[in-house]
């Protein structure tokens, strides 16, 4: 392999990431932030904890060959909250708090208090990291408050450490944003950029005063579609903060994506360097690269590790990557894609994962280590890195070769997937008919999304079963008496369509993950949801299947209980996919119709046990949605095709639901259609059932239940609501096709409030049926 050229100072290759994990080995920071919400742990201590966290990761960093660390990707909560501080966008309800005490104003703004809202949280780009979303608008005065970036860059030099600060860029910060509330919908915020540029100038001049030779602005939104109008806007950007006298270096970073059309714009911009994703989608960098006649002039961070997966690197095609960039930058260094923020720490301490598989897994540290040998390879040759290359080798061959990945069973049956058994054997019109029949409900049929309230009693003989405290068939009295409460309360209640509660569930992936042959668990997997939430996604690492029913007990059981229908509940193959790690060996649309075959053999096995209503929850559907729009219609293909697949092996009269939660459905109402589901239910509550009239405007003709109770608060919603909700639904969608049920789950809900809702939810139905 040949991965030198001569237009490049080879020599000079460094090594660096953008950011890495928070939370410390043993999740300290969580403690320590969590023990200081509830008072056991001061300020200071805090501090110290985080202050020593910093330290130990930047040390470790540069011990395992980083050559530049990044600063200020440190954070107590997110990162774009940060930087909401640093430009003093801090909401008019949160300005007394954050003047009293700029912790708590933060934690304040973060999660909100007894008396004000927090910031909105959504998810960043296509990760499950979720950032607190900005709120401006035109009387938004931005003030600079360097603070914390000068405290943790100058912590870093402290320590002899060569550094780079990593800022939310900002074009994305305002991209990020939303109208504050009383601002009008439409209001821009990148109208504020010539508002907003001061503050960075000053941030940057800051940085530079106290030492820090390159500023990195990180500016993913750029990766996503972009409009003339806001390319120019990044074209202003960077032109303004790369005249400036005063500044160090810059570096803008992009990742998740390619850049596309705002390549040229940042190529052209006088800023000193381009850090830029070279893995997955992302590669078609590199030709757009080449084709606006490279980086003269600049640097060029290759991220050529991927930092979201926890996959080994291929490092040969790293280094060959490598080579082809040294003929189009001035000068090359090596990179993860994105910040490490995404996974876990580190793939060694998973004692429970066989030594053979866990050699194809790189968490953090191991990506640091791959990154620090590409850049040996890259400056010395590759002959210094000849063991490291052999040995990546050998991992990926026995990852390509095993019987782990190829199941050969698994392989075929996928293979034989015809286009008939995605599809229902009658249409939805004739299926409804057959399933009235069966089912024989009232109008405005009542249910509920699935589990009832997860009590700290069930999590108490989850955690009793694993430490041995009780055995198997004493967590299952357990499980069968939690449900028999469930059903009763529900046909107390009235509920037309029962469920069972999902008491035996830890989390709605897991529990199948678990049971699914190919998936593997971490013990010490743990990555940011969002603030001290940390979640531990499992890893889709093989050829699925599914060697026994995983929840037909259960579900027969409920049913035995009751007359009523009790519905069968499962996860949909997309949400598998998109809240595990996924293989990176195969296209996602293979991994999902394997799945998407497991899950069908439960499906059946539960019409075949006597379920006549089988819901297929697929939450994840709308988020998973590639981040540019020419690449929408080949994911929406075969997550449609993965969710029919799994559904379609029914008879005619058994019922199919879907249910998602947590968004605008208005571009993807054809994909909802096209899953040929027979109810859909949603989160509407909090929209005035915005969803119906978006799902009616569209002509969706199936049966559909907007929710009408919002279960994220424990607010009890009286049944004059309820029955407002249902009447605005009503001029949504016939009373044929209307469903009453909640906006989603009530596992975080408590018992109280869960009983009194669901009383008032079925008064109203039954007001409303009284009106037609
Ligand atoms: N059936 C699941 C539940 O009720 C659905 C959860 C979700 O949509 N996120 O908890
Ligand atoms: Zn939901």
Redesign the pocket.
């Known amino acids: 392999m040949t991965t030198r050229t001569t237009t490049a100072d080879t020599a000079a290759a460094r090594a660096t990431v953008y950011g890495y994990p928070r939370q410390g080995p043993n999740r300290e920071l969580k403690k320590a932030i969590e023990g200081y919400w509830k008072g056991r742990v001061d300020g200071d201590a805090l501090r110290a904890t985080a202050a020593e966290l910093r330290r130990s990761a930047w040390q470790e960093l540069a011990a395992s060959g980083i050559d530049e660390v990044p600063t200020g990707d440190f954070s107590y909560y997110d990162h774009v909250l940060d930087t909401t501080v640093m430009v003093g966008a801090v909401p008019e309800r949160h300005r007394a708090a954050v003047a009293a005490d700029a912790l708590d104003g933060y934690f304040a703004m973060a999660r909100g208090t007894e008396d004000v809202a927090p910031l909105e949280m959504t998810k960043w780009f296509d990760t499950n990291y979720h950032y607190l979303v900005p709120e401006l608008g035109p009387d938004t005065v931005f003030t600079t408050d360097s603070t914390k970036q000068v405290a943790e860059l100058r912590e870093a030099l402290a320590l002899g450490l060569d550094t780079r600060p990593v800022l939310v860029g900002p074009v994305t910060y305002l991209l990020l944003s939303k109208p504050a509330p009383g601002v009008a919908d439409d209001f821009d915020p990148l109208t504020l950029l010539d508002r907003l540029l001061p503050v960075y100038a000053e941030v940057l001049s800051d940085l530079r005063a106290s030492g820090a030779a390159w500023v990195q602005l990180d500016e993913p939104a750029l990766v996503q579609d972009r409009t003339p109008a806001e390319l120019n806007s990044a074209a202003r950007a960077y032109r303004d903060l790369g005249s400036l006298a005063d500044r160090p270096k810059l570096l803008v970073a992009s990742y998740f994506d390619r850049l596309g059309e705002a390549l040229p714009v940042l190529a052209k911009a006088p800023v000193d360097g381009l850090a830029l994703d070279f893995t997955g989608s992302a590669a078609a960098n590199l030709e757009e690269l080449a084709a606006v006649g490279g980086l003269s002039g600049k640097r060029l961070v290759a991220g050529v590790v991927n930092g979201r997966n926890i996959w080994v690197n291929d490092l040969e095609w790293s280094l060959a990557t490598l080579g082809t960039l040294l003929g189009l930058a001035d000068r090359v260094d090596v990179a993860t894609s994105c910040s490490l923020l995404h996974v876990p720490l580190d793939a060694s301490v998973e004692r429970d994962i066989e030594p053979q598989i866990r050699r194809w897994l790189a968490f953090a540290r191991q990506k640091t280590a791959e990154v620090a040998t590409l850049t040996k390879g890259l400056t010395r040759g590759t002959g210094v890195i000849g063991a490291e290359l052999a040995a990546n080798r050998a991992a990926l061959n026995s990852r390509a070769t095993s019987p782990i990945t190829h199941d050969p069973a698994v392989r075929a049956r996928a293979a034989a997937v015809t286009e008939h058994d995605g599809r229902r054997s009658q249409p939805y019109a004739e299926r409804t008919a057959a399933q009235r029949a069966l089912l024989n409900l009232p109008l405005l049929p009542t249910t509920?999304?699935?589990?009832f309230p997860q009590t700290g009693e069930l999590r108490a003989a989850r955690a009793d079963l694993r430490a041995g405290r009780i055995d198997t068939a004493g967590y299952e009295d357990r499980i069968r008496n939690e449900i028999h409460e469930v059903v009763s309360f529900q046909e107390k209640a009235g509920i037309d369509v029962l469920?069972h509660g999902?008491p035996e569930r830890n989390d709605?992936v897991q529990y199948f993950a678990e049971q699914l042959g190919g998936y593997l668990a971490t013990q010490h997997g743990w990555v940011q949801s969002y603030g001290t939430r940390y979640v531990r996604p499992p890893v889709l690492a093989g050829d699925i299947s599914r060697p026994e029913p995983m929840t037909v007990r259960w579900t027969t059981y409920a049913q035995s209980l009751s007359g009523r229908p009790v519905k069968g509940?499962l996860?949909g193959p997309v949400t598998m996919l998109a809240w595990s790690f996924v293989r990176d060996d195969q296209p996602l649309g293979d991994t999902a119709r394997q799945v998407a075959l497991a899950l069908r053999d439960e499906v059946d096995d539960l019409e075949a046990n006597g379920t006549s209503v089988i819901?297929v929850?697929e939450?994840a559907l709308r988020e998973t949605l590639p981040l540019r729009a020419t690449d929408h219609a080949a994911y929406l293909d075969w997550a449609t095709e993965a969710f029919r697949l799994t559904t379609s092996g029914v008879r005619p009269d058994t019922q199919i639901h879907t249910?998602?939660?947590y968004a605008e459905f208005g571009d993807i109402v054809q994909a909802i259609d096209d899953l040929d589901a027979d109810v859909i239910s949603l989160e509407a509550a909090r929209s005035h059932m915005q969803v119906a009239h978006e799902l009616a405007a569209h002509g969706y003709p199936r049966e559909a239940g907007p929710g009408v109770y919002d279960i994220h608060s424990p607010r009890v919603p009286s049944v004059d609501e309820a029955t407002t909700l249902l009447r605005t639904g009503l001029e949504a969608i016939p009373a044929e096709r209307l469903w009453v049920n909640p906006d989603?789950?009530?596992?975080t809900r408590g018992w109280a409030e869960t009983r009194a809702s669901l009383e008032h939810l079925v008064a109203a139905a039954r007001i409303v049926r009284a009106e037609l």
């Open positions: 509920t999304i699935g589990s469920v999902e709605m509940m996860t819901q929850d939450p249910h998602m939660c989603c789950g009530l596992k």
